[in-house]
């Protein structure tokens, strides 16, 4: 089975950043690839629970993550990022492995593309 890696350091709204990273993750799992969406930096952000979109033009991230999980997207979340963006573990959406900075190495290492948004 073909692996990709995702990566996503951006936050979820202002740019095209995060949704693209779900649709990629998504279309991945779709095509019968295992794939890894990583949360590094504002990324976190993503996984965020009760995320507040209303008035906005913006699709949710949260759902989007959510539907990465429920298909079987690996999706992890830096612990020191969460920390830098206020952000708990229990702060986030149920399903996210909490990694530190080797565990992160460890993925992207693994064989087949990284892509980082």
Do not use: W
């Amino acid at each position: 089975m073909e692996s990709v890696t995702i990566i996503l350091r951006r936050p979820p709204y202002g740019t095209v950043d995060a949704p693209e990273a779900i649709r990629h993750a998504l279309g991945g799992i779709t095509d019968d690839m295992s794939v890894k969406l990583v949360l590094l930096d504002g990324g976190v952000n993503a996984a965020r629970k009760s995320q507040d979109i209303s008035g906005t033009e913006y699709l949710s991230a949260e759902e989007g993550i959510i539907d990465c999980i429920d298909m079987g997207v690996e999706v992890y979340a830096d612990r020191i990022s969460l920390k830098e963006e206020h952000l708990e573990p229990d702060d986030i959406i149920e399903g996210v492995i909490v990694t530190g900075g080797a565990g992160i190495a460890e993925i992207i290492k693994e064989p087949g593309p990284v892509m980082i948004f």
